[in-house]
């Protein structure tokens, strides 16, 4: 299986993300995450979970079997 985490977990600390990256791996399931490599501030007064709390690098996610760039997002592939 595979689980999409697209432009999600950077509304999440660093540590709640890899937690929730930990815990899919180690079911045996692949992940492709998006998310943005440029901090923008988001956030709305109706909806408080708009807001970014974190910006991700490759340095905080577990060794990428492949990965990619693009301008504005870090796209990754990561399996168990």
Known sequence: DSVLIIDVIE???IVEGQKLINQILSQGNS???S???IWEDQEDEKNPHE???SL???TMFPEPALDSS????LIF???P
């Open 56 to 58: 991700w690098d490759w």
């Open 11 to 13: 509304h999440m600390s």
């Open 70 to 73: 693009t301008i504005d997002y």
């Open 31 to 33: 992940i492709i995450i």
């Open 35 to 37: 998310t943005p490599k």
């Open 51 to 53: 807001k970014h709390v």
């Open 77 to 79: 592939l990561l399996r």
